[in-house]
């Protein structure tokens, strides 16, 4: 299976700050006939179902703030909370979908400094 | 509305038996690709199982021969039946589709499996 693994596990960042988390594959997620990085992020809450952010490395999702970006290739990826808000405390997972089983992160607590 | 709703979960000794099950509306669930994924008290995210639309099954190999995913399409159901349950098994279980080549855009609230004596 591939193994992903998030950087930091945790990291406390003032409100209006950036926020980078990064995740890095065992093996490249990029599918060269099409060119795509099957990697998504997702936001989790305390209490709640993760809820889906960004897909292929960096699309993000309908209705999810422009604050919000995925980039990278391959093996390392990263995602950037530009400006944090009190609400986006929470648990953030990578998730490759290269292969059938697929696979998260450990996950990366975000917090306010 | 699109959702689906888990149900199922609850209390089992070791070595028993539980079956969940995901009643999804305002989509198809044979024409999506459906997962379930779980996550312990306090841990990360795990998948589980997958099952195509075509209705080919893969499994982690951590429930591999313990769980089998399947579908009643006439009830747009997905269930998980679990077998020998293991106290490492004890986790909240997620259903979730799959949207495109395997993000997924939709989960549900999910149910709590205890794994105890």
């Known amino acids: 299976d591939i193994v992903m693994t998030q950087s930091p596990d945790s990291l406390a960042v003032s409100l209006g700050e950036r926020a980078t988390i990064n995740c890095k594959s065992s093996q490249s997620i990029l599918y060269s006939s099409n060119n795509k990085n099957y990697l998504a992020w997702y936001q989790q809450k305390p209490g709640q179902p993760p809820k889906l952010l960004i897909y292929?490395?960096?699309t993000r999702e309908s209705g999810v703030p422009d604050r919000f970006s995925g980039s990278g290739s391959a093996t390392d990826f990263t995602l950037t909370i530009t400006s944090l808000q009190a609400e986006d405390v929470a648990v953030y997972y990578c998730q490759q979908y290269y292969t059938t089983a697929r696979t998260f992160g450990q996950g990366t607590k975000v917090e306010i400094k | 509305e699109v959702q689906v709703v888990e149900s199922g979960g609850g209390l089992v000794q070791p070595g028993g038996s539980l079956r969940l099950s995901c009643a999804a509306s305002?989509?198809?669930?044979?024409?999506?690709?459906m997962s379930w994924v779980r996550q312990a008290p306090g841990k990360g995210l795990e998948w589980v199982s997958i099952?195509?639309?075509?209705?080919?099954?893969y499994y982690a190999e951590s429930v591999k021969g313990r769980f089998t995913i399947s579908r009643d399409d006439s009830q747009n159901t997905l269930y998980l039946q679990m077998n020998s349950l293991r106290t490492e098994d004890m986790s909240v279980y997620y259903c979730a589709r799959e949207e495109g080549n395997g993000w997924f855009d939709l989960w549900g609230q999910g149910t709590l499996v205890t794994v105890s004596s």
């Open positions: 292929w490395a960096s």
């Open positions: 099952i195509f639309r075509d209705g080919s099954r």
């Open positions: 305002g989509f198809t669930v044979s024409s999506k690709y």
